[in-house]
């Protein structure tokens, strides 16, 4: 077994037994030499693309269990480096009272979820600031974008077919609530039953803004799209990652700013 990650510039035996099993599976890198070269990263990521893992080169934990060649496709969690200190420097105007009060659960639900790595852990702090910089799970207030001028309160999320309501009252009984703004009678029906305890949240909504409730949906909302998202964030495309959680570019300059602080701030480890 191999303890990994391999990449680029890498040159050992287990670069070649890498190079094997990638010949095995059908993805010739070439010349079997224990080197990793351009011909080993385009075979990694023809494998990576094959198996619906993200295509970035790199031999890592998911890549090498699904070569056989790991007996954990789990990757290295960031959560031991994600400090109160950390965040609070990633929400640089949030109470840190309100920081100590969710954070945890927040770190708690990811593990729970499979994504503690470091693009998913800052993902989802990113996500917070941009949806609510209180680091609180709040419902949404009202705006131009969800009432209109002469309507009652979110008039404008009544009748939104894509978000799967039906007509008033659904606009406001559905509209956003917790960290990731989960909004529609759609997410509310799909993700109750997802949680660890499930809640029948199109019954009782005001639940999604628990914060227990609110750090799971979260996370589950996020997994759901993990590889789009860190094929988007691969690609240094923040305006992407941030549009398949919100649906737009509302709160894009937020995100972008809390995920290169903290980038900056928590260490890399292996890819997937």
Do not use: W
């Not at 990694?44 to 619906?52: D, H, N």
């Not at 945890?104 to 989802?124: C, N, W, Y």
């Not at 964030?233 to 305006?239: S, Y």
């Amino acid at each position: 077994m191999i303890a990994g990650p391999l990449k680029q510039g890498d040159s050992s035996d287990d670069v070649k037994t890498l190079q094997q099993a990638l010949t095995a599976h059908g993805f010739s890198p070439g010349v079997v030499d224990g080197q990793f070269g351009q011909g080993t990263v385009a075979a990694v990521m023809a494998f990576q693309k094959s198996e619906g893992l993200l295509p970035d080169g790199i031999a890592g934990p998911r890549t090498l269990c699904a070569l056989d060649l790991a007996n954990s496709d789990a990757s290295p969690s960031a959560i031991p480096a994600v400090t109160v200190q950390v965040v609070s420097q990633m929400f640089p105007v949030t109470p840190i009272g309100n920081i100590k009060a969710n954070l945890p659960s927040v770190l708690s639900a990811l593990i729970q979820s499979r994504i503690s790595d470091k693009p998913m852990v800052l993902m989802a702090l990113a996500t917070v600031r941009a949806e609510v910089e209180c680091f609180e799970p709040i419902a949404e207030g009202q705006s131009r974008f969800n009432t209109s001028p002469n309507g009652h309160a979110f008039d404008l999320y009544d009748n939104r077919k894509d978000l799967g309501n039906r007509g008033a009252p659904d606009g406001a009984s559905f509209k956003g609530r917790g960290y990731v703004q989960l909004t529609g009678r759609l997410n509310y029906q799909t993700y109750g039953p997802k949680l660890a305890t499930p809640v029948d949240l199109v019954n009782d909504p005001d639940r999604a803004s628990d914060p227990v409730v609110a750090a799971e949906l979260l996370a589950l909302f996020l997994a759901d799209r993990e590889l789009a998202i860190k094929k988007a964030l691969l690609a240094g495309n923040m305006a992407t990652a941030r549009q398949l959680v919100n649906g737009g570019s509302n709160g894009l300059d937020r995100f972008a700013d809390a995920y290169q602080r903290g980038a900056t701030l928590i260490p890399n480890l292996a890819a997937d």
